[in-house]
């Protein structure tokens, strides 16, 4: 079974830095795309960036040259967040479709990570 297990969320003062990492186990399979999604108290979850097996990224323009997505390796990614806001504050998810061999994409999430993000 595919899981998502994120890490390195926590509260920080605005301006300030961190970075969340994603880490895809659960057997044989291939990732067409993987990145992050969050949700805000009240809010709809939305992408925040998502980066796929062509090397193509998309990134929200809330984040654009603040938020970088990298792959490190073929089943991990991370977010480096910089120059953090108040409203940058929510619940971040690592987000992948996955396919393994024979099958088609499903769409897997991780538990959430809480970012706090303090004025």
Do not use: H
């Amino acid at each position: 079974q595919v899981q998502l297990v994120e890490s390195g969320g926590g509260l920080v003062q605005a301006g300030g830095s961190l970075r969340l990492s994603c880490v895809a186990s659960g057997g044989a399979f291939m990732i067409n795309a993987m990145g992050w999604y969050r949700q805000a108290p009240g809010k709809q979850r939305e992408s925040v960036a998502v980066m796929t097996s062509g090397g193509t990224t998309n990134i929200a323009d809330s984040v654009k040259d603040r938020f970088f997505i990298s792959r490190d390796a073929v089943k991990n990614t991370a977010l480096q967040m910089n120059n953090l806001k108040p409203e940058d504050t929510a619940v971040y998810y690592c987000y992948a479709k996955i396919r393994r061999i024979g099958d088609r994409n499903y769409d897997y999430w991780g538990q959430g990570t809480q970012v706090t993000v303090s004025s």
